[in-house]
């Protein structure tokens, strides 16, 4: 029996790297449902413009995701200006690509502080308020890439596991508290992260209003795993069934095994250049916004369910 539809209108909802993407149309599709959104990035600037052409009910915030002073000024100034926070989208992420083997040290570390550490930073600072007051829900912004592996983004599949394995951890822990978690797993989104990837067979890349929707109808009737589109999560649960060797062809015959490793580099070089400079690191190869600017993102990977060969995010 389906759950009854909840209203959103009038909840207080922050969401990390919101300021374009995935994070800026989900900030628009639930301020149409009635809620009021915190945009949190890097790149203040850009935040408050998009929350201008939001309207009265978005506020911009800078955030840095990698620093909990700036979570908690964050989260504190949200409460201070709009009430408590009912919803924390954990949005923020970043996908350089590139050969495992060939990937810096400075690239990998800041992939995961900002993919993983940035999503546990965020529950462990938001959670608390919610437990006290014995409702709240938590999204978090995985990828289909959180369930299989695909060459040439092999940190990014990692941080994306991780993200997978951390929240079904912390349900665990928040079941019976009134406390709702959720992780979204889009396919490729057609986001400046996913910029210089192609189409796998078969498999339509999706518009960040996409994942927006799906995020707002998680909100008004809870569930834990959400695919974008929902479609892909039967066809992921099936394949997870099949031998390797087999998901690896099906994966061939989609052309999903080489969406990660096989780009355009002229498409794709403005966002790394940006993410690269963001981090103040020339060497850190791709994925996050401008500098000074938030490592927003939640755009993701590549057709969720082609195990075995690889993909990438949101």
Known sequence: MATQRRSISGSVVAITGA???IGRATAQALIQRGARVAIG???LELARESAAALGDAAAAYELDVTDRRSFQRFL???EGDLGPVDVLVN??????LGS???EEDTTAARMIDINLHGVMLGMKLALPGMLKRGRGHVVNIASGAGKSGFAGG??????KHAVVGLSESVLAELRGSGVELSIIMPGVVKTELASGLSEARGIKNLEPEDVAA???????QPRFEVFVPRSVGPITKALSLLPRGARQRVAQLLGADQIL????AGRRGAYERRISASSGDPAAGGGDPPAGGEEHTGEDWIPAGTGGARETQP
Do not use: K
């Not at 490793?261 to 355009?264: F, H, K, L, P, Q």
């Open 19 to 21: 300021a374009r993407g």
């Open 214 to 220: 799906a995020i707002a109808e998680t909100l008004e």
């Open 41 to 43: 990035d890097l790149d």
């Open 261 to 264: 490793a096989t780009v355009d």
């Open 91 to 96: 949005n923020a992420g970043i996908m350089p």
């Open 76 to 78: 504190e100034s949200v």
């Open 154 to 159: 092999a940190t990014y599949c990692a941080t």
């Open 100 to 102: 495992f083997i060939e």
